[in-house]
C-alpha cells in the first residue's frame, strides 16, 4: 500500500476531516507506523457510535499500517462528573470498556489514563507547561469537548483542568496522529498552537463525523449526536435483536429526504463500513429486491423516491442484527455492573 493509499484509507468516511491531509501524507512518507490515538470518557452504555463506528474507523488506522492505541481517560471521566464521580463505578466501567474495544479492536493498545499518569512522572510538569501558554478565555472555550458550555458561570475549578490534561495525555503518548469525534476539534486545534511553543511534534489531527441519533432533529439545529444516556437515541451493544430493529423501524427517516437522516447515515458509516453491498428485500409489485455495491447508489435511489423508507428500515436492522449480535454475546455485562451504569445515567 503506498502512501496515498494509506491517507485515502484513513480519509474514508466517517472522517470528516483531515488537518491536514498534506501533513499525513508526508508523516506516512518517513514513517512507516506513525502513532496514533483516540482519547474516551468512560460514562454510559456503549453503542453504535461510541463502540462498533469509532472502532471500524481505528481498524482503518491499523489497516494503513498505523500503531493505534485506545485512551481509557477515568481521570477525565471523574473531572466531568461521570458515573456519579465514583472511582469504584469508573474503574469497572472502564474494564467493561476496555474488553469492548479489545473484541471489535484487536489490533489497538489499549491504555488507561491512571496507568499513563503512574508510569511518567514528568507528566504533570508538561501538564503545567501547557497550561502557561494558555489563556482562561481559551480554556473556557474549550470546555464544549466535554459536554460544557464556555457560558457556565458555576463551572467548577476542576474541570478548568480537563483541556489541558487532555493535550498532556497527546504530548505523554508520543503520537503522531491523535484522532477523534467532530465534537474534540477544539482541543486538537489547542494542541497544534500550543506544541510549538513548547518545541514539541505537532501531530496530525483526524476527525470522525459523530453518528447521529434516531430521533427527527429539531428545527434550525443540527442533529443530536447518538447518547448513551438516551436508550431511545441510538442502538446499543446490549439491545436484543428485536430491540434493534425495532428501534430502526421508529427512527426518523423522511422518504426522499438524505440530509441528517440517521438511518442513511448508519448504512454509510456502519454497513457498507464492514461490507462491500447491501441487499433490500422487497415485493416484485415493489420493485423487487435490489443489491446496493456502495452507498452512493443506496442514497440516489432514496433521494429518488425509489427505495422506500419502510424497505430501507428493514435493510438496515436487518444488517445492524448481524453486526452487533456477536459483540454483544462475546462482551458479558454482570448485574452489578448494569445496576451501576444505568444509576448514574
Avoid at 489547542?190 to 463525523?209: D, S
Avoid at 448504512?267 to 423487487?288: L, T
Avoid at 452507498?295 to 438496515?316: C, F, N
Wanted: proline share 5%.
Amino acid at each position: 500500500m503506498d502512501v496515498l493509499e494509506k491517507a485515502d484509507l484513513v480519509e474514508r468516511p466517517p472522517t470528516q476531516e483531515i488537518v491536514t491531509r498534506d501533513e499525513l501524507v508526508d508523516l506516512f512518507k518517513t514513517n512507516q507506523s506513525p502513532k496514533h490515538y483516540i482519547g474516551l470518557e468512560i460514562s454510559g452504555f456503549l453503542h453504535l457510535g461510541s463502540l462498533i463506528s469509532t472502532g471500524f474507523k481505528i481498524n482503518d488506522f491499523v489497516s494503513a499500517g498505523i500503531d493505534c492505541t485506545v485512551f481509557l481517560a477515568d481521570w477525565h471521566t471523574l473531572i466531568n462528573d461521570k458515573l456519579g464521580g465514583d472511582r469504584d463505578v469508573i474503574s469497572k466501567v472502564s474494564e467493561y470498556y476496555r474488553d469492548a474495544f479489545r473484541l471489535v479492536c484487536p489490533d489497538a493498545h489499549i491504555v488507561m489514563g491512571s496507568d499513563l499518569y503512574r508510569e511518567n512522572p514528568g507528566y504533570w510538569s508538561e501538564f503545567v507547561g501547557i497550561t502557561r501558554h494558555m489563556s482562561l478565555a481559551r480554556t473556557m472555550r474549550t470546555l464544549t469537548i466535554m459536554g460544557r458550555s464556555e457560558d457556565d458561570e458555576k463551572i467548577g475549578l476542576a474541570k478548568l483542568l480537563y483541556p489541558p490534561m487532555q493535550a498532556a495525555d497527546i504530548h505523554a503518548l508520543d503520537v503522531d496522529i491523535v484522532h477523534a469525534g467532530m465534537d474534540q476539534r477544539k482541543i486538537h486545534m489547542l494542541a497544534r498552537e500550543v506544541f510549538p511553543k513548547m518545541g514539541w511534534k505537532v501531530p496530525v489531527a483526524v476527525h470522525h463525523k459523530l453518528l447521529p441519533g434516531l430521533c427527527k432533529p429539531a428545527a434550525d439545529s443540527q442533529p443530536g449526536k447518538m447518547s448513551k444516556s438516551d436508550s431511545n437515541s441510538g442502538i446499543f451493544v446490549h439491545d436484543t435483536d428485536d430491540m434493534i430493529r425495532k428501534k430502526i423501524s421508529k427512527a426518523w427517516c423522511e422518504e426522499g429526504i438524505i440530509l441528517d437522516n440517521p438511518v442513511l447515515e448508519i448504512a454509510r458509516a456502519v454497513i457498507f463500513h464492514g461490507s462491500k453491498s447491501m441487499n433490500v428485500e422487497r415485493p416484485e409489485k415493489f420493485g423487487g429486491n435490489v443489491s446496493y455495491p456502495d452507498y452512493t447508489h443506496l442514497e440516489e435511489d432514496y433521494a429518488q423516491k425509489k427505495l422506500h423508507p419502510g424497505d430501507l428500515k428493514r435493510a438496515v436492522g436487518d444488517c445492524l442484527v448481524s453486526i452487533i449480535a456477536p459483540i454483544r454475546d462475546k462482551l458479558k455485562l454482570d448485574g452489578e455492573l448494569d445496576i451501576a451504569i444505568k444509576k448514574s445515567c
